[in-house]
């Protein structure tokens, strides 16, 4: 019996509820459609069997990776040889003392459609992020001026061992697409608590489908990607200095730069992690020659 197939007989003995797979194709987990197996994924819907799932691999010294809805994302072809819990089963909200309290699997979309259903403004923003709030909370996911460090009052979160701790907002460390979590990725993030003013429905209505409209003129949201593949360079955008290199629609196998929007990389079917990574290489490279800049991936290489 290999560690994977010992940690999915614990976990059915410590928590027969826990939905386990064993070789599960990441490809559709991610935002990008490409990736090879995991070794083990757990699919938790409750707390209690998030935190099962922490403590059982813990003792046998395996550390799971934490999968929201894989927005952010690349998973190389030949798969994750590790375990993966993915967390998109917790996805319940609730109002108490005029605070919002969500869970992390729920998704940024349906978190706004939650605020807008209270009435409760400073969340548009997030309706046309394609990740869930655990992931957000992580990179501290931003969009059209607004960052989810805005209005996140605390954050409750699993350590290594299993143990629950919430810390304010002052304790994440938040910066541009970071948080003490990016770095403390053994720590799972349970749900957060979020500090909305009041506003009238039908305004944040209106603001939600203004900023969906303009994303869906400018972002290429008909293919499978993983949102913006660089960071915003200090001083520069990183699309801006792509397309000014002439990089749009520059192609390897089934990955191209987005011919709508150049900071996009997509995938025109049957790409793999291998064209991606092909093709960021190049880019970056010319990018660097024709410009100085120093592009910095944004979309995450798991393994």
Known sequence: MDRFEALAALLAQRCGTLEVRNEEPMSRHTTFRIGGPAA???????????????????????????LGNGSNLLVPDE??????????????????????????????????????????????????I?????????????????????????????????EEHTIPAAGCEFGYRSSIFARH?????????????????????EKI????????????LEYPSAGSMFKRPEGHFAAALIDQCGLKGL???????????AGFVINRGGATCADVLALVDQVRERVLRETGVTL????????
């Open 79 to 128: 798969g994750y040889r590790g375990f993966v819990v993915k967390l998109c089963g917790l996805d319940q909200t609730r109002e108490v003392n005029r605070r919002l309290w969500a869970e992390s699997g729920i998704s940024l979309a349906r978190l706004a459609n939650a605020a807008l259903g209270r009435g409760l403004a400073g969340l548009e923003f997030a309706h046309g």
């Open 251 to 261: 192609t390897v196998g089934g990955a191209q730069v987005s011919e709508k929007h």
């Open 130 to 162: 394609p990740g869930t709030l655990g992931g957000g909370v992580m990179m501290n996911a931003g969009a059209y001026g607004g960052e989810l460090s805005q209005t996140v009052t605390a954050v409750t979160y699993l350590d290594r061992e299993g």
């Open 40 to 66: 083990l994924m757990a699919l938790p819907r409750t707390a209690g069997e998030a935190k099962a799932a922490v403590r059982a691999a813990r003792e046998l010294d395996i550390r799971p990776f934490f």
């Open 185 to 205: 990725p053994d720590w799972l993030i349970l749900k957060a608590e979020f500090s909305l003013p009041q506003g009238d429905p039908e305004e944040i209505r």
């Open 296 to 303: 910095e991936r944004e979309v995450r290489l798991l393994g």
């Open 209 to 220: 489908q203004e900023l969906a409209r303009r994303r869906g003129e400018k972002q290429p």
